[in-house]
């Protein structure tokens, strides 16, 4: 139909709305647009720039910073003997030998793999519980276990410091009972334990979501030919759950592989990580090298990220209108060892994982206000207010620590919601290489923060020459995009499920309707899955909060300073502040979580 | 567009100018995914005012026509035209056309009244008449006058079809799309509704083009139906000559119950090709019966013959050919026992109001029989 014959029509459509109607019809392309400029500006130009350091030294092309890296035992541990030639023979025998030497790569590779069978074993009964179990608070339990995923990991890291330090409440405990002290600081097992805390309830909330998809009529019908309780597990269940496992262990590996402020906080120079190293290496100003071993880590975590998706795209079954196993009381129906040993066992765990999960923070909140000699205090808060009214100019203080924070967060929420969405909405539609933007978009889930911020760092806050202008952003606008950039995959994945999930006929109605597609996302599709949005925002703003890693590297030498750096610089010199610190940071996420919570009503979880 | 979008209701229309070209055209069309032709070079027209339906099996195409109409899909070849010109590229908002699903697709953060006024967002009701006016007449118009206030949950399942009907003629389009709207009813609400739909359709004279599976429902409400078959509508004429004189044999056994039976020309009275329709005899299974061949028909001993005998038509131990069979089954329907009789190893159906059992004769006049197709498998 031409304009000329709707015009006839009855005059429905002018100029002038013609000419909004295309503009609002390009909304969303804009949007687009927008968003994959800030991605390139943000990620991708940075993340290129650090790639580029690595392997251009002094203007020419050259792979000697790679192979210096691989050849070095100090990295590579005996590995580095394979790279620099050495017979593989000898290397295995090295490698098994009781001297070994796993280098930095190595070590990394080794505590993520400590942390992720860590993780598994804590998580699996937690999934078990909530998967097949009845009992007040369930529902409450199964959403906390997000929890920990947006806690500030500098935060989690004082608690831990506080329960398991030398001063800590575990050895206060230990000693009241008469047994002797244990220093678990700066060991492995520290740095473990910590992980098992943020990873664990990932583990479980995926193997939860997989376990209650098991439709029970499946079981039903083994049962009804033949098989047993246990033997229908084993065909049934089991197969359908193992998947989510495998998900979770991929997720928790690749996590704990990149991990910085834990490792920074708990393990000390000695228990270095890849992460922490290329964080020293900045630091010296050491940007090859850095960027190597950048690289290296980012090729070891995107193949383990890879190889998972290609097991998983194999492996899908989608279970739609399944009817879940029916979930038993948590109160024995029967005195039988049937009955009562899972019961048992489930209990002596909660007892476990109440202690771990609750004491670092309950340890955090008791060392803020307990004195050198163990008395009640006030004084580590009354430093804080000391620092910010004296302090010098070069010293952390808390105030702008706060604000800045909160000024962060607030603006990087803003920008990572239209990104989020936008994304969302781009790859929940059908076109050929929407996998190719779903990956591009989601990248940087997986690339590290120091990359991210070395990148920036070089690039934008230190300056950029285009076309004769020196562009040069502050620290501050940095940090913001930087927090976007890590924060925007997290509403795509709250977002990108509603979407995936509303009827498409809602959408066709409305255009037949008139409305534009542009118009259709704001009448019908953001109105319907408002929670997922409001939930995004929760995360990109938790997210920013707990951020680190990159801040850190953008705000050295800096008065952009946000509460974890703040924390992390106390906590070298002084636990009592830093658990203060924690305390007010901890107070402040909780307030905004409540604020966002309140103004967007119920949330979906992720 | 021919005619006003803001026609006002109890507009009866007058009968069409031939000459006017069609309100939806379907020029050759074919609508492709990956290698396989949802609607394969389909050419169509619907004439204004008209009800249309498009019938066949499901994953026929049926609905995918519709959708390329409603510019929800663009087809892969061939043009569709809205009064002669052709929509390509035109938006779905910027078609003008109403669409209700068959789910209903109410916007359910909206209340009643806000669904069925969502689309005066976009087109102006007519002169005179505010939007609060407008919603309450669409309302009234299907019934449910005091809905305005209701949240699409709160409502029945024949309600909300209903509400999504008034939606989709709120803003006065020139077409209206109903793609199985009713198939998720249940079927004495199916019956009442499609009545009311019919009524609507007829008051707003509006061109309708409809889409179901079910052909019982395509005969009663229709204007003319499109027996629609692989992407390919293999019939499209008004209902009764779909059901009398089926053009295709998947026509006749789509369509009701039908006996279709083929045999070759035993014997052939009468001049051929005259135009006049004239009996033949066609041999089935050895018996040979005798059959009405309407004017069109040219044949000659020897061709092979397909046609068609409805069962109301075969009587019990009546009609000039008479056929000796066995009873195989009886299904009371309450109204008449629908029975299948085996006749030579083929299965005839026939409809009667008295049980039957054993051994029956039963029979059919020539002209009862409709010849489907000559010298086709």
Known sequence: ?606 | MGSDPQRPAGDAGGSPDPDAPPAVELDGVTKRYGDTAAVDDVTLRVREGEFFTLVGPSGCGKTTTLRLIAGFEEPSSGAVRFAGESVAGVPPEDRDVGVVFQNYALFPHMTVGENVGYGLNFADPPEGVTRDERVAELLELVDLPDAADREPESLSGGQRQRVAMARALAPGPDLLLLDEPMSALDAQLRERLRVQVRRIQSELSITTVYVTHDQEEALAISDRVAVIRDGTPEQVAPPRTVYREPATRFVAEFVGDNNVLAGRVVDAEGSESDGAPRTVAVDVGGEPLRIETDGAVDTAPGDRLTFCVRPEYLRIGEGESRLAATVENAEFLGETTRVTLDWGGRDLVVRTRDPLSGEVVVGFDPEDAHVISVNEA
């Open chain 1, 1 to 606: 139909m031409s304009d000329a014959s709707r015009g006839a029509a009855g005059g429905r459509h002018t100029l002038h709305d013609r000419i909004e109607g295309r503009l609002r019809g390009h909304l969303l392309t804009a949007l687009a647009v927008v968003t994959s400029v800030t991605l390139v500006v943000a990620f991708y130009y940075p993340v290129g720039t650090v790639l580029i350091e690595a392997v251009v030294v002094d203007g020419a092309a050259t792979l000697s910073v790679f192979a210096a890296v691989l050849r070095d035992p100090f990295y590579f541990g005996e590995l580095a003997r394979l790279f620099a030639g050495e017979s593989p023979l000898a290397v295995a025998r090295a490698l098994l030998g009781p001297d070994r030497r796993l280098g930095i790569v190595g070590f990394t590779a080794y505590q993520a793999a400590l942390s992720t069978v860590a993780s598994v074993a804590l998580g699996l009964p937690a999934a078990y519980l909530l998967a097949r179990f009845e009992f007040p608070g369930r529902r409450t339990l199964r959403s906390l276990t997000i929890v920990p995923f947006v806690l500030p990991s500098i935060m989690v890291a004082v608690g831990f410091v506080a329960t398991f330090g030398t001063n800590g409440t575990l050895n206060a405990a230990l000693s009241t009972l008469g047994l002797p002290r244990v220093d678990l600081m700066f060991t492995l097992r520290a740095v473990v334990i910590a992980h098992a805390f943020y990873n664990a309830p990932l583990v479980a909330r995926v193997t939860t979501a997989a376990w209650e998809s098991v439709d029970a009529r499946a079981v039903e019908t083994a049962r009804s030919l033949g098989a047993g309780p246990v033997r229908a597990f084993f065909d049934v269940v089991a197969p359908q759950v193992y998947p989510a496992v495998l998900t979770g262990a991929a997720l928790t590996f690749v996590f704990t592989f990149g991990t910085f402020p834990i490792v920074l906080a708990l393990g000390g120079f000695e228990l270095a990580t890849i992460e922490v190293f290329v964080y020293h290496l900045v630091r010296d100003l050491s940007y090859a090298e850095a960027a190597a071993l950048a690289i290296v880590e980012l090729v070891i975590s995107l193949g383990v990220l890879l190889a998972y998706l290609r097991y998983e795209a194999r492996n899908t079954v989608s279970a739609r209108g399944a009817r879940p196993l029916p979930r038993r009381s948590l109160l024995p129906s029967a005195p039988t060892a049937r009955e009562l040993l899972p019961r048992l066992g489930l209990g002596a765990y909660a007892v476990a994982v109440g202690v771990l999960f609750l004491a670092p923070i309950a340890s955090m909140v008791l060392a803020s206000v307990t004195g050198g000699d163990g008395a009640l205090t006030l004084e580590h808060y009354r430093f804080l207010v000391d620092r910010q009214q004296t302090g010098a100019a070069f010293q952390v203080r808390p105030w702008p620590a706060i604000r800045n924070s909160l000024a962060f967060a607030s603006a990087s929420t803003l920008l990572a919601l239209p990104m989020g969405v936008v994304v969302a909405v781009l790859t929940t539609r059908r076109y050929r290489g929407r996998t190719l933007v779903d990956a591009a978009a989601m990248a940087p889930l997986a690339v590290s923060g120091i990359v991210v911020g070395l990148g920036l760092l070089r690039g934008l806050v230190f300056g950029v020459e285009v076309a004769g202008w020196r562009i040069a952003a502050s620290g501050a606008i940095a940090i913001v995009v930087a927090h976007a950039v890590a924060g925007y995959p997290f509403v795509v994945r709250t977002v990108a499920p509603g979407l995936e999930g509303l009827d498409r006929s809602l959408i066709e109605s409305a255009r037949a309707l008139g409305a534009s597609r542009a118009r259709v996302i704001r009448d019908v599709e953001l109105p319907l899955v408002w929670p997922g949005v409001v939930a995004g925002a929760a995360f990109a703003f938790a997210i920013s909060i707990g951020e680190f890693t990159a801040t850190v590297v953008l705000a050295t030498g800096g008065d952009a300073y946000t509460m974890p750096v703040a924390i992390e610089r106390f906590i070298g010199r002084r636990l009592g502040p830093a658990t203060a610190m924690g305390v007010v940071l901890l107070v402040v996420t909780g307030l905004s979580f409540v604020v966002i919570e309140r103004l967007g009503g119920e949330t979906s979880g992720l």
